[in-house]
Nanobody, 118 residues
């Protein structure tokens, strides 16, 4: 199994920036992709950004041009740089990964709160 420990988040004014990090431990060689979901009150959870083991990235439309997902393979860590933050980015952000060989499973981080004030 893979365990994820994330950090980052916080309170920022609109237009500001934050960076999340997510470190993976355990069977890291089985990781297929990693990224972040977010869950805002009274909204459905949505995938914000992801990066595959081959380095292919994907973003929700609202994050394109503002968020950047990257990775440091030596540290088994993925980063989410969030710029030009908006109040609608306010949510709990959860790091996740999909891993496995043959049979796949998802692991989740503990979640971090991002609050963007107007």
């Amino acid at each position: 199994q893979v365990q994820l420990v994330e950090s980052g988040g916080g309170l920022v004014q609109a237009g500001g920036s934050l960076r999340h990090s997510c470190a993976a431990y355990g069977r890291i060689l089985s990781i297929k992709n990693k990224g972040w979901h977010r869950k805002a009150p009274e909204k459905q959870r949505e995938l914000v950004a992801s990066i595959t083991s081959g380095g292919i990235t994907n973003y929700v439309d609202s994050a394109k041009g503002r968020f950047t997902i990257s990775r440091d393979s030596a540290k088994n860590t993925v980063y989410l740089q969030m710029n030009s933050l908006k109040p609608e980015d306010t949510a709990v952000y959860y790091c996740y990964c999909t891993a496995g060989v043959g049979t796949y499973y998802s692991s989740w981080g503990q979640g971090t709160q991002v609050t963007v004030s107007s």
